[in-house]
């Protein structure tokens, strides 16, 4: 078992940064990859970035891509979402996600374990 737990949401004006982060305890030696995620009210959960632990190989939705940044503390058993140039439409909740697949994947269906989210709320 894999337990995941996110932090570092809030309130960050439009154009703002925020750094979020997923803590991952337990059996985290069994996951290949980490992933980011959001929902925001009345849409479904979106991917936006994953990355491996190994090597740190990473892949990025076209919707985030050049504003927001993945990254891993494999010592810490940590992974970041580094979110820049906010915009009213990121405002979500953010989930932190981890797979035992081998291969990245933007697939809900293909990640484990799931953190309970952090808010991310940004105001115009």
């Known amino acids: 078992q894999v337990e995941l737990v996110e932090s570092g949401g809030g309130l960050a004006q439009a154009g703002g940064s925020l750094k979020l982060s997923c803590s991952a305890s337990?059996?985290?030696?069994?996951?290949?990859?980490m992933g980011w995620f959001r929902q925001a009210p009345g849409k479904e959960r979106e991917f936006l970035a994953t990355?491996?632990?190994?090597?740190?190989?990473?892949y990025y939705a076209d919707s985030v891509r050049g504003r927001f940044t993945i990254s891993r503390d494999m010592a810490k058993s940590a992974v970041y979402l580094q979110l820049n140039n906010l915009k009213p439409d990121d405002a979500a909740v953010y989930y932190c996600?981890?797979?035992?697949?081998?291969?990245?994947?933007?697939?809900?269906?293909?990640?484990?374990?799931w953190g309970q989210g952090t808010q991310v709320t940004v105001s115009s």
């Open positions: 996600a981890a797979s035992r697949l081998a291969v990245l994947s933007p697939k809900l269906d293909r990640y484990d374990y």
């Open positions: 337990g059996h985290t030696f069994t996951t290949n990859h």
């Open positions: 990355i491996t632990w190994s090597g740190g190989t990473t």
